[in-house]
């Protein structure tokens, strides 16, 4: 076993340096991971460039997902060999996370990874493609069919977004994808996107109630570009969100709710119960095209991360990032 490794620390001035560690300086819990994997998702960004204090306790190794293998274990739950992941939890805010070849892990964290994925495509899926599936199994809860209508992805180049379209795609949903990097057409119909809006024609001032458009929203911006999107949902109809890039703020109305009888339904990747990360998984384990996936993947190396922090909170990133801890 190497006695010491490097990993991407947030020390206690909030500023992310590569760090030597050793085993003893892990976190004491019951499950030690030889990470292989993390990702970079625009939560990531904002900690490891200091832009929002998502780190909570200092020093912090960052970074929200981890998949790789069990080499240690006090748990029964887990035995050294298992391929296992870790999606939220607290990770990179109070528990330390994934940039770190290996890392101690709360057992109540790890799920086992699917047969159908290696740990690098885990770590493609990762926290963006997995809350790409809460929300698309939220559209599907509600009782949304494909024929009732197109269903509007917001941040649509951004990982979520990205994953989003593949599997509303595939599961046979019109999608209409919402982007200002209007460059990127070829690449979001690639992904399945039957056709595309702009960003400026979201993110503005709305009417209380606009021409119904959209069966379904999976929105990952907030702001404007949500609200304006509310006015345009169909009667009966949802909007599942889980991010904020846009802002926090919704200057929106209650007509939509009260006269259309819209849904406004938050999806938490970060403490969703462990039976509803089953299914997603196991959702994306059967609906996700990973030869698509593939197209949308890039993977860096753990000394890259400071820069691509930046460049995601610029909305400078296209589809998913895979990190790999040990280069």
């Known amino acids: 076993m190497t006695d010491t490794f490097q990993a991407l620390l947030v020390d206690e001035n909030r500023e992310a340096k590569l760090q030597t560690l050793s085993i003893a300086d892990l976190p004491d819990e019951a499950v030690l991971v030889d990470v292989e994997y993390s990702t970079l998702n625009f939560k990531d960004g904002l900690a490891v460039s200091g832009a929002s204090p998502i780190c909570q306790k200092l020093p912090m190794v960052c970074g929200i997902d981890l998949a790789g293998t069990v080499s240690e274990s006090k748990d029964s739950r887990f035995n050294i060999g298992d391929k296992v992941l870790a999606n939220g939890y607290g990770l990179s805010e109070r528990h330390w996370g994934g940039y770190s070849p290996k890392q101690r892990v709360n057992p109540d964290f790890l799920l086992t990874i699917p047969a159908e994925f290696s740990s690098q495509q885990a770590m493609a899926i990762g926290t963006a493609g997995y809350t790409a599936m809460l929300c698309v199994n939220a559209i599907r809860d509600h009782g949304v069919l494909p024929s009732d209508g197109p269903i509007l992805v917001t941040g649509s180049v951004g990982g979520v977004g990205s994953v989003a379209i593949m599997l509303l795609s595939a599961l046979g949903y019109e999608v209409t994808a919402a982007t200002g990097r209007p460059e990127q057409e070829g690449y979001l119909k690639t992904l399945g996107a039957s056709s595309i809006v702009t960003r400026g024609e979201l993110a503005r001032k709305s009417k209380p109630l606009e021409r119904e458009l959209w069966a379904g929203v999976v929105d990952t911006v907030g702001s404007t570009t949500l609200a304006t999107a509310l006015s345009q949902v169909k009667y009966n109809g949802i909007a599942a969100v889980c991010g904020l890039a846009g802002g926090l703020d919704l ?77």
């Open 251 to 327: 200057p929106g109305n209650m007509m939509p709710f009260i006269l259309r009888n819209v849904r406004l339904q938050g999806c938490d990747s970060v403490m969703a119960p462990m039976a509803v990360r089953v299914r997603a998984w196991a959702d994306l384990a059967a609906y996700l095209d990973l030869s698509l996936l593939a197209t949308a993947t890039i993977v860096e190396p753990l000394s890259r991360v400071p820069t691509l922090a930046q460049e995601i909170i610029q909305g400078k990133v296209k589809g998913r990032v895979v990190i790999d801890v040990n280069s």
